[in-house]
Structures are given as C-alpha cells and as structure tokens.
C-alpha cells in the first residue's frame, strides 16, 4: 500500500476550494448529460447497441488488433506496437528525432498523461506545448488534470486569469472571452510552425485502419493537420469493428460527456496526406499502447476496458465530487480510475482506490456503454481481503462480526447491546455522528445509523 | 516490440473467457424520428449549436449574401475550396472581381516552404467550403479532404461559410453513414463539423472560437 494513500488524500481535498469547484462543474455536466439524453428519445436503444460493441471488440481483441494493423498500413501509416510506456516514450522519441522536430504540439489525450510522455520529449530538449485549453492551463501550472474531460475544473476563472497573467504577460482579467482569446493567439503559432502533432485516439476502426477524434476547440484537427508527422498514440482496448459502429459509439458519447448531441469535430483519419491532397500531415504513425491492458483483459475486472472515457460517472460520483479528482493520485479518478488503476498498476499500491465508493451505483446508472462499475468495486475489495491488504482493523472487524453473526445466540447479545446503547444515547436525526472505541475511526469520516432500541427478534414475539 | 508478441499476450487473456461475447452488432437501427421535413430539424438544431443558416433561391442571391458577410467582417482575403467542390461554380471568381483575395490553401512539400506557407494563414478572416452532407439531428455538415479542398479553410479562419446544397441533406450520422460507408474513410479526413469552435474549460463558461472557426455559416441552396 502506498504510504499516502487515497483516504489521506481526500481528508487534505475536502471542502478545499479545489473540491467546491469540482463539485459545481461536475453538477453542472450531469444536468447536461441527462437533458441530452432527455431529448434523444433512442438513446437506450443506443446505450445498449454501443455496450454490444465494447463487448464484443474486447472479446475478440487479438482478432480487431491485427486487422487493424494490416488495414492502417495498407492505408499508408506506419503502425508500431508498444508493451508499456517506456517503449511507447521510446519509439515517440525516435520518430521526433528522425523527423529533426524541436516543437511539438499535443491534443489532449489521457494515454499520454499515462505514459508521460511530456516528461520524456523535454528531457530530450524537445519544446511541448499542450494545445486543448484545459490542459494548456494545466502545463502553465504545472499540474496534471483532475477531470478525464474537464482538466481544470478544479481551477477558479480568477485563478486561471492570474496564471495568464503571470506565464504568458497578458493583462490581469477573469473574462472566459478574453482568457480564451489570449491563448488563442498565444498557441496559433505553436501549431503553425509545429513540426510533429501528437494525439491521443478515441476510436479505431478495425476493418478500414481509420482512427476517430473528437475535440470541440479544433485544436485536435489543428495538431493533425499542421504539422508534418502526426503521431496518434492509441490505448490498444479503443477499436470499434466497422464505421457503423463508430457512429453508434458517437451517438452516446458526446451525449454523455458534455451533453452536446455530437462534439463539435469528429473527425475520421484513414492516412496520411493524399498525392495532391492540398494539405494535411504527409507522414501518420499509430503506436498501440498495452501498458498493463492485456493482464487486465484477462482479469475479472476486463469489463473496465469498454470504457470510452466519456467523464460521466466521475460527474455523478459523491466521493468524486467531494474529493476531486487528484485525491485519487493518479491519470484516471472516480469510479472508473477506482476499477482501471488497481487493475493496472496491482492492488498491493493502488488497491486502496477501490474503497473510494460508496456502492450507490450512480455511475453504473450514467455510464453509456453500462460498464457494472459496482461489481467489480466490490470485486477488487474482496480480492483485496483475500490477499490480505485491507487494514488490520478492518479485517478484525469483518472477523468479529462473521464469529458473532455465525452464532445465534452471540448475534443475540450484540444485538440486544446495539438496542441498549441506543437507548442511553438516543439521536433525533437517527445518525450517530460518533462511536466509542474501534468505532471511532470509522465516523471520523461518516454517520452511522443509529440501532433501533429494540431487536427485530423482540417485536416479532410482542407482535404475535 | 513485435507485432506477434504483443498480439500474443492479448490472445492469451482473450482466451481467459472473462467477456461474455454477445456478438457483433447488427445492422443498425435505421427508423429515424423525422422523415418529412429534414430543412427545418436542420434549421433548429444547427442553430442550436451556435452555427447560423441562411437560404438562397438562386446563384446569385447565394453569391451576393457570402460576399455582405465578408463584407461586414471587414475581410479583404478568403481561403477556399476549389471551385468545382463548393456548389457555387462561380462563387470564387466573382468574390476575386469584386476584390476580394484569394489565399492558396495548397500547401507545398518542402518542410521551410510549407511553415512560411501556414504561418501566412495566422490572421485569415474567412473560409469558404462545400459540404458533403447535412445532418438533421445534430445540426452537422460533413466535410471531406480531398484535392482541392484544403482542411485549413474550415478550422483556422475566425469566420468558417460551408455551402451546402439541400439535397444533401441527411436524417442522421447513422443514416449516412450506413449509405456512405466507404465514402467517409476513401479519403485522408473526413469530419463532421458541429457548431463553432467551443470550449467550457474555465468554469464551465460555453465560448466560441478557441482554436477554429469562432462563426459558423451554413448556406443552403
């Protein structure tokens, strides 16, 4: 277990001002994403058709890979394959230094942030320069993102105003329209004289070799189409079998993320520039990213790969909205961040993640590809117990409860003891807001119900 | 790594069974909620995007409107697409006679010559394109790359005018794409373009024109 870990992060983010503006923006994403769904009357008959194909894509994953493979180079890319993200940092590296690049501009893209590959291309003395508006904040301030889609919803405009202030020297304002304004002119030289474009890749298309991208600044067709080498780096679980199923897929995905029928590009690249095509990146290159995803496919928690990285359970998470997403810490937060990483990285470091839940299913309810993010919580913290990395208390706990519970007239005690306690300390609100001994940990950071005074068993009897 | 490597490992868990497979997904579903009148979804549900429509009868109403709107943005240059891909064969030459410039939206090979080119496009007020298609439900216009239809024109300039000939107007991206599969990846880019450049970054405050197009006109004729 990490020695700070998830519980240590929370309690420092709660009520911060980073928490309180992470739960406004995730309200307000939710509202949304429920009048999107509102007012497109097929979406469940959708839901259901882009859940059918995550499936079946994720359990023919070895087939789709190669046909996408095969398809993409005969569509002209260069297709390159990496096991993790020191590979995938690597062969990134050859391709910027083949192609002489010293300015690179990226579209926003969670792989990325995965892998750092920020970190590597710098090291090499290679400029970056993030372009998505969100994530141009965050390289300003020298965060990481705290939302899949929403960066900086952490961020107060005033804050935001202040960083531009002070990193680019424009004039001190809290206007959108004019922080906005300012960036624009600020990266519309990046990517105009941009030798390489990197970008991450929300779907590929099996059968054509074509990959999708949706960005609703433009900046993602910009760094696709400026410079001339783009680099798509791919999470190796993002295929779709056929175009139809991509439109399925965008059907409930912008829906679900900003609550927008479509986002304002989707784009499909199926290869680089055309002869006499008259613009557009003469050289494409995919690099397919396992990282960790093909032990995951083989684990009962291989559901989580459907995920199309839509936001929509971080938004209607309590825990997410209370802590913000760099409580987590780490690339991917909320409900999906909980099963993916310990998933990932191992529950022995990151398995306390999935106790960041409070199994009210929301998210299972929000999630457009209907991912049982319930089940597998529960699944990953059971593992957990049986590998024995839970707490020495809670393992006690869950020991002393089995001893009693297994034993009727044990359960009787405690019971008939929970009644009594509840009868010396009564609450108005039926909460008890702290308990005495192993207890009181426990409501350090939650109510407990309070007993009722009298066992089921004794009214049963009075009642008959 | 190699591809055989890498393959494997994802084969060895795919043989793991931990996915039940429901199968692929059948044809899709192709009833549309809005046969009759596709003009008018289109007109209400683009303009919800932000984007603004506007009608023509003929060629020269069409012109005479493109040419007002480059007028008003105080614009004395365009970047376009070739003539023979925007439904307006004479557009580009008239909008040249009554003064306006044209920039060269083909960009050259060579690496130096191809950024002085791009960095020519750094202030460019307009961009005038075709459109493949129009899309009723989402208020969308599809826009393909090609010879003579440089990208550029409908993301770097402030002000993006696509002319769309009405019968290319679709139901939904379901619909055309179940007719046009092979059509949208033939070529290097397809995108389907859905209101104005836009952002909610700061605050979750909607803005216009972050990096494309901070307007967009579409023009039905």
């Known amino acids: 277990m990490s020695k700070v870990g998830f519980r240590d992060r929370a309690s420092a983010a709660i009520k911060s001002k980073e928490a309180l503006a992470t739960a406004a923006g995730a309200k307000r994403f939710t509202e949304r994403r429920i009048q999107a769904a509102e007012s497109f009357p097929a979406m469940e008959a959708a839901r259901d058709e882009a859940q059918r194909i995550r499936l079946h894509t994720l359990a023919n994953l070895d087939r789709y890979l190669e046909q996408f493979a095969q398809s993409a180079t005969n569509a002209g890319n260069f297709v390159h394959w990496a096991t993790d993200g020191e590979e995938a940092n690597k062969i990134v590296l050859r391709i910027a230094e083949e192609s002489e690049s010293r300015l690179v501009v990226k579209s926003k893209s969670m792989v990325t942030e995965e892998i750092e590959l920020n970190h590597t291309l710098e090291e090499a003395g290679i400029e970056v320069v993030e372009t998505d508006l969100g994530e141009f904040i965050i390289q300003l301030a020298g965060e990481t993102p705290s939302h899949i889609i929403a960066p900086v919803v952490h961020k107060t405009r005033k804050q935001i105003g202040e960083l531009f202030a002070e990193k680019i020297g424009v004039d001190l304002t809290e206007d959108p329209e004019e922080l906005n304004a300012a960036a624009r002119f600020y990266l519309r030289t990046k990517f105009l004289e941009a030798d390489l474009g990197i970008s991450g890749v929300n779907f590929g298309v099996a059968d054509t070799g074509s990959i999708s991208l949706v960005t609703n600044e433009g900046n993602g067709r910009l760094t696709t189409t400026a410079p001339r080498v783009h680099i798509a780096v791919m999470g190796m679980e993002r295929l779709v079998p056929t175009i139809r199923d991509l439109g399925v897929m965008l059907e409930v995905l912008a829906r679900s993320a900003t609550g927008q029928a479509l986002t304002s590009y989707s784009t499909v690249i199926t290869g680089p520039r055309q002869p006499d095509d008259a613009d557009g990146p003469d050289e494409l290159h995919i690099i397919i990213v396992d990282n960790g995803r093909s032990n995951v496919l083989g684990q009962s928690t291989a559901e989580i790969l459907g995920c199309i990285r839509c936001g929509a359970c971080l938004n209607v998470c309590p825990v997410y909205r209370e802590s913000g997403g760099h409580a987590y810490g780490t690339t991917y937060s909320g409900p999906v961040g909980a099963v993916l990483v310990p998933s990932l990285l191992g529950l022995q470091d990151w398995g306390d993640l999935a106790q960041a839940s409070s199994l009210c299913g929301a998210c299972l309810e929000a999630c457009p590809v209907r991912i049982d993010l319930p089940r597998m919580l529960i699944e990953l913290r059971q593992r957990r117990v049986a590998q024995r990395l839970a707490t020495p208390g809670l393992r006690r706990a869950i020991k002393t409860y089995a001893a009693a519970a297994t034993r009727p007239t044990a359960f009787r005690v405690m019971m008939r003891a929970g009644g009594l306690a509840a009868r010396f300390r009564p609450t108005t609100s039926g909460w008890m807001t702290s308990l005495p001994a192993m207890g009181k940990k426990w409501t350090s950071t939650r109510d407990f119900p309070s007993p009722e005074t009298r066992t089921f068993h004794q009214r049963w009897k009075k009642s008959r | ?221």
């Open chain 2, 1 to 221: 790594m190699r591809e055989e490597t890498f393959i494997a490992a994802v084969r060895r868990s795919v043989g793991f069974g931990r996915l039940e497979d429901p199968g692929p997904n059948p044809l899709p579903r192709m009833e549309s909620d809005f046969a009759d009148d596709l003009e008018a979804i289109f007109d209400t549900t683009a303009t919800r995007t932000g984007a603004t429509v506007h009608y023509a009868r003929n060629e020269n109403d069409a012109i005479s409107l493109i040419a007002q709107l480059m007028k008003e943005a105080k614009a004395e240059s365009f970047l376009s697409w070739d003539k023979e891909h925007i439904p307006l064969p004479d557009l580009t030459t008239k909008l040249e006679a009554a003064g306006f410039r044209r920039t060269s939206g083909h960009v050259p090979p060579d690496i130096e010559a191809r950024k002085a080119h791009q960095i020519g496009y750094f202030d460019c007020p307009i961009g005038i394109t075709g459109a493949d298609a129009g899309l009723a439900e989402t208020g969308s216009i599809i826009l393909r790359s090609g010879i003579g239809r440089p990208r550029m024109a409908s993301l770097i300039p402030k002000i993006h005018i696509a002319v769309l000939n009405r019968e290319h107007l679709w139901p939904s991206l379901r619909i055309w794409l179940a007719n046009h599969s092979d059509d949208a990846t033939a070529v290097a880019n397809t995108t389907i373009v859905t209101g104005p450049s836009r952002t909610a970054d700061i605050e979750m405050i909607i803005t216009h024109g972050v990096h494309g197009p901070r307007y967009l006109h579409i023009l039905l004729i």
